[in-house]
């Protein structure tokens, strides 16, 4: 591990500055030793507060405005125990990002003091500190930066470091606190913090909300929400939870509302059942959030969900419904695995994040009734996992962290993708009861408190033969994935040897331990056989004697992680395999290779494909293969081979649709033929489907589905006047008209139009509305605006460390994946290349996104060109 000492800034000025003040109005000197101070939260910093701070506790209160350009005033009082470090430090640190001037007093037990600002920290001298208790009580304005403050609503973001965006604090995970809050805001608004409401005042058009102390919690887990929202109070199995919410169509309130409240119940349950813990907190609320950032956010007691992940319409599939369950699933499973435990530092994020989903995944194999377990966890894990490690920009899950301003970058498809398929490993070496006793203890032991991976895996390394601490080396220090070959010889019908190796898909002698299966698949049986990938070459020697069999599914039951091999016979009878996840695999597996250029090319699975979009029967199934379709048409064939392409994939993906009976099939079959429509004909159907308002038989469209198809017809200009217009005018809910308003100029038929939108995102105000930003850019970039768009690429790449800078820890990569995934051209690789080049010293960290979201232009440029 390197480690990255903090470097001596302007302090040694300011210190004497400060020493002057603080000896001219109290008399009592700094101490002589010089601390060190620099932006953001430093390791070192944080160990240093940990060993001297505890019993901390925060009490706020924040005077809301109507008008969100209005400043919010504040005060806060901090209480905590201190214990003086030795050697003596001249100053306590609270961490606060924002401009000097939104402070305004500060006193230390009672003392006002000179305030003194530097570097994104308060600092208190520590001569009015004394041993023991103190508190520290602040008059500021609150930070707008992660207020998300909108016309009639506003609502706090604050992980990974942006407690500190707000209010001054002590931003890091394991300074847990009480936080006490009163909020007064407009008399029509709701609010919601993270504990129950103790008391409510009114006074003229204003109303006083005063929340009783919330629970030990991280600064980064501190929320509050405000405004107009309609509050909803269930209580299923004798819980009575609060939902907030701003949807107005009748039908998704019809549908979804008491589900919501059934699904977070059946989660607690199980999750209680779990752990052998009850639900450890105060209360358990949630909100809907208009395009909230992400799927959800585990806030203690008052969980943030984006709307449009909880309510769902008549028109919705089985694959919308299950991942509507599967985020309530890992919201939930959040307050033990995160909430009630947590990462002591956030180089261990993936640790509450793995915990959520594995353990998500298993809320969902008993409580969904339609669910396929096994098959949902290949679809939704291995795709994205490897999207990310097979790039040059791969991270490892584990990642070291100096300063916690950049831990927004640790996140993404390797923590929330691989990471859970390594637990599943985990899981199959140990066995199920051994994990499970294990995580009973963790959470037990760390109760309210914090612990480190390795805490954990001294824990489970007690109750299980194998070596832990070796196996964890590759998986969650290490990247990239395994290759696998294979060896089979036959003699007189039967297997003589079968052989299988591995080693890093870089050429490296590297080992994943783990299991897998192979089929083998016969005229008129299978027989499955567990490989354990222990070694470099391992021989299956439960095969030898064996008929030699028609051909193999490598992987087939979806838990083995790399590149296999694909059986050229298995391909020609993907439509006879009965088993669905070992379908998965395969889809999977043939896509894997095709990117990597060996043994398939993308015309060859696009034919193969064409023909199993009326075969496959599983939904699942069906959007990974539409999925990879449409990524095909899009990025991997070139511009002046894609009409011939489209028009054939939308002439299959239209007869498949009137031929299927299944709703959410014939739902998804339509969305390909959407996605990749470019014939007049296609234009032409899409046209009279949105102005007429009726949906092919079979096929349920919403306002959503329309306003997705209205879009889909602007970015073809196509030639109607005012189809945007016309579809605002159709849209009633007055959060999605704003988005749709915000989207229109980089939808726009005119050059110019398209032009200045962009530009307008170098403002971060313009920013505001992350997921509005990355949609639109998606459109701006689309493969049929490329020649006009190709020209925002160097402005793209410049913005992107002011992206990471004010936007959340999503949106770095959002931005980049929206602006470079569409680009096939080598013009567009070398563009990237150059970039980095130019920039050797460049943030490691935002070089390894910009590699992940440019690895499609780099492959599609030496696929197609």
Wanted: hydrophobic letters at 40%; charged letters at 20%.
């Amino acid at each position: 591990m390197v480690w990255n000492f903090p470097k001596i800034t302007r302090y040694g000025a300011t210190l004497f500055v400060l020493s002057l003040l603080v000896m001219s109005c109290n008399r009592r000197p700094l101490p002589s030793q010089s601390s060190l101070v620099e932006t953001g939260v430093l390791q070192t910093l944080a160990n240093a507060r940990k060993q001297t701070i505890s019993q901390l506790a925060y009490v706020l209160k924040f005077d809301i405005p109507a008008q969100k350009n209005q400043p919010i005033l504040s005060t806060e009082t901090i209480s905590f125990n201190w214990a003086a470090p030795r050697p003596a430090q001249p100053t306590l640190e609270l961490d606060f990002k924002e401009e000097r001037a939104h402070l305004q007093t500060v006193s230390v037990n009672g003392t006002n003091i000179p305030i003194a600002y530097e570097s994104e920290h308060l600092l208190i001298s520590t001569a009015f500190l004394k041993s023991g208790a103190n508190t520290v009580s602040i008059q500021f304005t609150a930070g707008n930066l992660s207020l998300n403050r909108n016309d009639e609503y506003l609502y706090t973001l604050l992980v990974p470091d942006r407690t500190r965006t707000v209010f001054p604090c002590f931003d890091q995970p394991d300074l847990k606190a009480t936080f006490q809050v009163s909020l007064t805001i407009p008399a029509s608004w709701q609010a919601m913090t993270n504990a129950p409401l103790r008391d409510s005042t009114l006074s003229g058009d204003r109303k006083t909300m005063n929340f009783l102390p919330s629970d030990r919690i991280p600064t980064y887990l501190f929320s509050f929400v405000a405004g107009k929202f309609t509050p909803v109070t269930r209580t299923p199995t004798g819980r009575s939870m609060t939902l907030l919410h701003r949807e107005t169509d009748s039908t998704k309130l019809r549908l979804s509302t008491d589900l919501l409240f059934s699904l977070h119940a059946d989660a607690l349950r199980f999750l209680e059942e779990f752990t052998q813990i009850p639900y450890p907190f105060q209360k358990f609320d949630f909100v809907a959030i208009p395009d909230f950032q992400y799927g959800g956010m585990e806030h203690v007691g008052a969980i943030d969900y984006r709307s449009s992940a909880l309510f769902l319409d008549n028109g919705a599939t089985r694959d919308q419904r299950l991942s509507r369950a599967h985020v309530i699933a890992h919201e939930t499973a959040h307050m033990w695995f995160g909430d009630l435990v947590t990462m002591r530092w956030f180089d261990d994020v993936w640790l509450k994040e793995v915990f959520a989903n594995f353990i998500a995944d298993k809320i969902m194999e008993v409580s969904s009734a339609d669910a396929n377990y096994d098959l949902q966890f290949v679809v939704d894990h291995f795709p994205a996992a490897y999207a990310v490690d097979r790039t040059e920009g791969a991270n490892p899950i584990g990642q070291p962290l100096a300063n916690l301003q950049e831990a927004g970058s640790l996140y993404g498809g390797i923590i929330y993708h691989k990471a859970p398929i390594m637990m599943r490993q985990l899981e199959r070496l140990m066995g199920k009861t051994a994990l499970r006793d294990g995580l009973r203890e963790y959470l037990k032991k760390y109760a309210f408190s914090n612990a480190t991976w390795a805490e954990l895996i001294a824990i489970l390394d007690a109750r299980t033969p194998a070596n832990l601490t070796a196996w964890n080396h590759v998986w969650v220090n290490e990247t990239g994935r395994p290759k696998f070959t294979y060896q089979l010889d036959g003699k007189g019908g039967k297997i003589k040897q079968f052989i299988i190796t591995q080693q890093g898909e870089d050429g490296s002698n590297r080992l994943w331990p783990q299991h897998f299966d192979i089929t083998l698949v016969y005229a008129d049986h299978t027989e499955e056989l567990d490989v354990n990938m222990n070694q470099a070459q391992v021989t299956l020697t439960e095969s030898i004697g064996k008929p030699t069999p028609q051909y193999m599914i490598f992987n087939s039951s979806g838990q083995g992680y790399g590149v296999f091999p694909i059986d050229s016979v298995s391909v020609l009878q993907l439509e006879r395999i009965k088993n669905p996840v070992a379908r998965a695999s395969i889809y999977i597996n043939l896509y894997e290779n095709m990117v990597a250029g060996q043994s398939i090319s993308p015309a060859s699975l696009v034919t193969g494909y064409r023909s199993l979009l009326g075969k496959e029967p599983e939904e699942l199934n069906l959007r990974l293969l539409t999925s990879q379709l449409s990524d095909i048409v899009w990025t991997l064939t070139k511009p002046e081979a894609r009409p011939a392409l489209a028009t054939a994939v939308e002439e299959d993906a239209w007869r498949a649709m009137e031929q299927e009976t299944a709703s959410g099939k014939k739902k998804l079959l339509f969305r390909l033929y959407q996605n990749i429509a470019l014939s007049q004909t296609a234009r032409d159907r899409l046209y009279t489907i949105w102005n007429d308002q009726k949906a092919p038989a079979g096929v349920t469209l919403t306002e959503d589905d329309y306003t997705a198809l209205a879009l889909a017809l602007a970015v073809r200009d196509y030639p109607a006047e005012g189809i945007l217009t016309k579809q605002l005018a159709r849209i009633k809910n007055p959060d999605r008209r704003k988005r749709l308003e915000f989207m229109m100029p980089a939808l726009s038929s005119s050059v110019m139009e398209r032009d200045a939108f962009f530009a307008s995102l170098a403002s971060d105000t313009n920013r505001e509305h992350e997921a509005w930003v990355t949609a639109a850019l998606g459109y701006l970039h689309h493969p049929l605006r490329t020649e006009t768009s190709a020209k925002y690429l160097p402005k793209s790449l410049d913005l992107l460390e002011e992206i990471q800078r004010t936007g959340d820890i999503f949106f770095p990569e959002s931005w980049l994946r929206a602006t470079l995934s569409t680009y096939q051209t080598p013009e567009t690789a070398q563009l990237v290349r150059k970039f980095l080049a130019d920039r050797p010293t460049y943030n490691a960290r935002l070089r390894a996104k910009l590699l992940q979201a440019a690895d499609g232009p780099f492959r599609a440029s030496k696929l197609l060109y």
